[in-house]
């Protein structure tokens, strides 16, 4: 059912189908919007969030509708996962349902049972956010949080996965920042040590919190944007969805509900969907605010059509790979299978667009 879904998504966006007769592929669902830090790089200091979870009949219902197409649930959003008390049932509940779960942390509660917990349940891949390889930098970006204390629980976790054997894909990343844009050496280095560390990443700053001058300029769209037809969509704690990961953060509105009337796909198909897709294949997608205001990457044909011939699983094991192909070639076609937004401008033009390393003994049965 799965590859029958990429393969409607697929047509659909190779004949720019604002319909798709299908669902995402993958999921970024909110399960809570309680943090427990201050990052004034997060949409949240702008977007105010309530102190509150995803009702069960919320996450029941998304997990049911997508049980047969989804192919993983990203457990993250505007909140920290670990705040969530039900956040190992949820994990349990997708994979009763035979979709997988990733989601990221920011180390502060990763510890003690929360850390025995994660370590013995089904969660496919976790992120730790570690922006900064200094206490000066870190503790800047991450508010809140004690350099050496999240430092410390995140190798713990790594270790024990090691000696333990445990499946679980740890990735280690930090956004690079202005304060923290001289650190990317240190941080490979010291995080690429590790035991039980998979991948090290050093990824652009995909909000627009701290450069809303920029976004994608009208040449950018040539190609229209991937998540439209492939997801992930963004789905709120209360149950709001919206048509990808950034359009929340960017004020825009949501398609729909879950746990109200519409299905999934209805959702996923309705007019506004069908709205945006018929722009961006027109090659229109600047006259949507929020595209246009967008950091986002956009991908070309090629490599979206690779990304809904293989299973999920898959396309997020080749990405780095593919994602330092396109960054370490020196122009030519190549450049050309990933548009970055033109409007962008970097703190320091002359650092490299994006650093990750898959670490030897990386077992790809993750």
């Known amino acids: 059912m799965r590859a029958l879904n990429r393969a409607k998504l697929l047509w659909s966006y190779l004949r720019r189908s604002p319909v798709t007769g299908g669902l995402p592929v993958e999921y970024i669902v909110e399960t809570t919007a309680k943090c427990n830090l201050y990052c004034p790089m997060c949409p949240r200091e702008t977007h105010p969030q309530p102190k509150e979870d995803m009702a069960d009949a919320i996450f029941d219902r998304l997990v049911q509708d997508a049980q047969s197409t989804g192919e993983h649930m990203m457990l993250i959003g505007l909140g920290e996962p670990l705040l969530d008390p039900k956040i190992f049932d949820r994990i349990e509940y997708c994979d009763k349902h035979g979709v997988s779960t990733l989601l990221s942390t920011n180390g502060v509660l990763l510890e003690g049972k929360n850390a025995d917990k994660l370590l013995e349940s089904k969660l496919e891949h976790v992120t730790f956010s570690f922006d900064g390889s200094k206490p000066e930098s870190f503790e800047f970006y991450r508010k809140g949080a004690k350099f050496n204390r999240v430092r410390d629980n995140f190798i713990a976790f790594a270790k024990r996965k090691h000696e333990t054997g445990a499946k679980i894909q740890i990735v280690v990343q930090m956004v690079r920042l202005e304060k923290n844009w001289d650190e990317v050496d240190e941080f490979l280095e010291f995080w690429s040590k590790i035991p039980g560390v998979d991948q ?167």
Request: glycine fraction near 10%; hydrophobic fraction near 30%.
């Open 200 to 366: 090290v990443r050093v990824k652009n700053d995909e909000t627009n919190l701290l450069q809303p001058e920029g976004g994608h300029a009208p040449e950018d769209w040539k190609h229209p944007c991937h998540y439209l037809w492939r997801g992930p969509v963004y789905v709120k704690h209360n149950g709001d969805v919206y048509p990808c990961c950034q359009s929340y953060m960017l004020d825009g509105a949501p398609v729909g509900r879950i746990g109200g009337e519409q299905s999934m796909q209805q959702i996923y198909d309705s007019p506004e969907m069908q709205r945006m897709r018929k722009l961006h294949a027109a090659g229109r997608g600047g006259e949507i605010d929020i595209c246009a205001k967008c950091f986002t990457t956009i991908p070309h044909p090629l490599l979206v059509t690779g990304s809904l011939l293989l299973h999920g699983k898959w396309v997020r094991k080749a990405l780095p790979a593919v994602e330092r192909f396109v960054n370490l070639s020196k122009g030519g076609w190549i450049r050309k299978l990933l548009t970055p937004p033109s409007k962008q401008t970097p703190p320091k033009p002359a650092a490299p667009e994006l650093v990750q390393i898959t670490l030897p003994g990386d077992d790809t049965n993750h």
